[in-house]
Nanobody, 122 residues
Framework: QLQLVESGGGLVQPGGSLRLSCAASGFTVHHYSLGWFRQVPGKEREGVSCILSSDGKIYYSDSVQGRFTISSDMTKNKVYLQMNNLKPEDTAVYYC???????????????WGQGTQVTVSF
């Protein structure tokens, strides 16, 4: 059974950093497109960053480009999101997702974690 479990969320002051982790089981992360998405109540879920399995390309949304870094560790079967210089507008529930065939950073991924809350505030 394919499963994704996020961790690492929390409360951080503006300008601070957090690293989110996503532990995968039931599949090998290297063979799937992997992504981090976020959602604020009342708004649509949006793609933050993805690693595409088709060509290895990495995508970042304009709002996080230069501040966030996505990575994966095949030995641990995990994917990470390093978030630096956090801003209040980064506050959201962050989700890890995976899809075997996707070639985009799309909210249509097949498999999702339960989400972890990130709050950026004084």
């Amino acid at each position: 059974q394919l499963q994704l479990v996020e961790s690492g969320g929390g409360l951080v002051q503006p300008g601070g950093s957090l690293r989110l982790s996503c532990a995968a089981s039931g599949f090998t992360v290297h063979h799937y497109s992997l992504g981090w998405f976020r959602q604020v109540p009342g708004k649509e879920r949006e793609g933050v960053s993805c690693i595409l399995s088709s060509d290895g390309k990495i995508y970042y949304s304009d709002s996080v480009q230069g501040r966030f870094t996505i990575s994966s560790d095949m030995t641990k079967n995990k994917v990470y999101l390093q978030m630096n210089n956090l801003k209040p507008e980064d506050t959201a529930v962050y989700y890890c997702a995976a899809d075997q065939w996707s070639t985009t950073c799309s909210v249509n991924y097949d498999y999702w974690g339960q989400g972890t809350q990130v709050t950026v505030s004084f």
